[in-house]
């Protein structure tokens, strides 16, 4: 009578057949360890601790940033002064998205906030969500193509967009054009869409991201008191007449 094969066994801790599976990460198939890009010192340690853990860290060099609040309070300023110009210093290429159109140049970003001359792109034709997700992407493509299969990041690029809440939809712009002036439900979908689309593909290629955007403490409110709707300022307008 034949004897039983004896069943295949796997030595403990042998991992090899694991670490030899093709992955399609180019760092883990060739066996390297993705990058570090560290971490940006805002000048504060209190912002520091808040943006990574680290009273000694800052913002890190390959995330996606988002300053949310008041209008007025300054998220603009420290994206300038704290976030472009340090990279700048650094050697990075800035992307400047405008969506407020507030008078800023290209002579007033360098002689107020610093910009290095030839050291940044001012862009302001991107006034929808969907032409701030196209001009992103194609930026990426580039970079993607450009670096190939590489280990090495060879261009250092940032991106601030100042801000997201000045966006608008096509939709909207849709509805506006045929006199529809229904309310647009598409915004938030389309910006979903848009950091799906972006955000992973920046921290892989190492590309800081800053964006500025507005809280209200009502959904009916933009302008004037933010802690005041539109109807309680009518009712608070009737009383005074009354």
Known sequence: MAKAKKAATVADNDFSFFQNMKTHDRYVDAHVDHPEFGFLDTGSYALNALMCGDIFGGYPKNAFIMAAGKKGTGKSILGKNTFIRPLMMEGYYAFHYDTENEGIN?????????????????????????????????????????????????????????????????????????????????????????????????GNLGIPVYVTNHVYEKLDQMFGDPTTSRSEERRVGKECRS
């Open 106 to 202: 290209e002579k007033k970003l360098i002689a107020e906030h610093g910009y290095l001359p030839g050291q940044f792109s001012l862009i302001k034709e991107a006034t929808t969500v969907e032409e701030l997700f196209i001009s992103v992407a194609g930026l990426l493509d580039q970079l993607e193509t450009d670096r190939g299969h590489s280990l090495e990041l060879q261009r250092k690029c940032c991106i601030i967009i100042d801000s997201q809440v000045q966006l608008s939809t096509n939709k909207s712009l849709s509805n506006a054009s045929k006199e529809k002036l229904t309310a647009d439900q598409t915004k938030a979908k389309k910006l979903n869409e848009m950091y799906r689309g972006i955000v992973n593909r920046c």
